[in-house]
């Protein structure tokens, strides 16, 4: 249930009944999300969602010390997938898959003990197998047993099973015992099977996107989970989306956040299909697609803002707007900037608290179950922030 939210900030009539659900802590239907997607008063989606992130979360906001890995950008799916501009076939300009000594490369810079988790996603690359992340992992684990491992999207865990002729849950107990802590949620893109066709054809589609994380919440590891926006799809697309995801929170309680993530035209063939090359999504749908989710997703405690995709200071304004979480230190960043993002590759720790302390929130370092490891400052917000 939310604190009493003043009707008299709602620009759009459509948003009162809504409003009222939410004070009486009733669910939000799909007509609800659709009609939080159209509303003209942006402000008043965004004071709702902030409303309902305050009653859960206070007003703290966390990142991790994080670094992202990616050890290979060999894909299958390179013709596949039209909005990827990442990949490469095997023998294509660009294309590589790391050795154990240059994985270990990147990983050195956490030795210093300020890096505690490692984000590592890739290629589906038919010559890196499970073989080949197992003894990634316990190696990681061993030169660095301090940094949890949040590792391989539900796509790259039915590649895995499906040329090792392994079911998703044995290859998901095989990669725990070697050192798998978490999953990222990446490769949801739009679980639509009429955009998927348009977009990635050959990809895992979202039923089995959500049987992959289902097998892997039985097991006890927790995962992310993500929306591609701003492409092909359509307000009852997102809605489906978000559906399916708040139905399997309701049955496994198993993913940490939900992250929305727009997509980037440049440098890929989908981009330059519908003639978006140079024009990115808008603040507006951004700052949107982070409100719904909020709003919509109940069993959700955490809503991520993704810097490198939207910019960090639109990742600030959206702090406003239901947002809890940010993306972390990163320290460097592939896939995205591959499709044109301009953004950092890292941020700074210095540069995130920067962010949020001029957002009048109260910053704090989290692991990666978001449980609280410090906070740097009891900030108070401003009374007209309030």
């Known amino acids: 249930m939310c604190a009493v939210i003043a009707g008299d900030r709602l620009r759009d009539p459509a948003l ?27 402000l008043g989606v965004g004071y709702l969602a902030d409303a309902v992130n305050i009653a859960k979360n206070g007003r703290v906001v966390t990142f991790a010390s994080n670094q992202h890995i990616n050890p290979t950008n060999v894909c299958v799916l390179r013709k596949t997938c039209v909005f990827c501009g990442y990949a490469r076939l095997p023998k294509e300009e660009g294309a590589y898959r790391y050795t154990m000594e240059q994985v270990m490369a990147e990983a ?11 984000h590592i996603v890739g290629g589906l690359d038919m010559q890196a197998g499970l073989e080949y992340y197992t003894t990634m992992f ?3 684990k061993r030169e660095l047993p301090h940094v949890h491992i949040k590792a391989l999207t539900a796509v790259e865990i039915a590649h895995l099973a499906r040329i090792e002729k392994m079911t998703w849950r044995d290859v998901l107990i095989a990669l725990r015992e070697a050192g798998l802590d978490t999953m990222p949620g990446g490769g949801a ?54 559906t399916m995801l708040r139905d399997l929170q309701d049955e496994t309680g198993g993913f940490l956040a939900f992250i929305p993530l727009a997509y980037h035209p440049d440098d890929n063939e989908l981009g330059k299909k519908l003639g978006l090359q140079g024009r990115t999504t808008t603040g507006f749908d951004d700052l949107r697609n982070l409100a719904v989710g909020r709003l919509f997703l109940d069993n959700f405690q955490h809503v991520k803002t993704h810097w490198i995709m939207v910019t960090p200071f639109l990742s600030q304004t959206a702090l406003a707007f239901g947002v809890n979480d940010l993306e972390g230190t990163v320290v460097r960043e592939k896939i995205y900037h591959a499709v044109g993002a301009q953004t950092p590759q890292g941020l700074s720790l210095d540069a995130i608290l920067k962010l949020i302390r001029g957002a009048q929130r109260i910053p704090a370092e989290r692991d990666s179950f978001y449980q609280i490891i410090r906070r740097f400052d009891e900030v108070a917000a401003r009374p007209e922030a309030a």
Do not use: W
Request: net charge negative; with cysteine.
């Open 189 to 242: 893109e739009t679980f639509s099977a009429a955009v998927r066709e348009q977009i990635a054809d050959k990809k895992l589609g979202g039923a089995d996107y959500i049987g992959v994380h289902r097998a892997a919440h039985e097991l006890g590891i927790r995962s992310n989970c993500t929306m591609l926006y701003g492409h092909v799809e359509t307000i009852e697309d997102r809605v489906a989306h978000l």
């Open 16 to 42: 009162l009944p809504i409003a009222r659900k939410i004070e009486a802590g009733e669910r939000l239907s799909g007509s609800d999300a659709a009609t939080l997607y159209r509303s003209p008063d942006l």
């Open 138 to 140: 316990r190696m990681l």
């Open 108 to 118: 050195e810079r956490a030795r210093d003990g300020m890096t505690r988790e490692f």
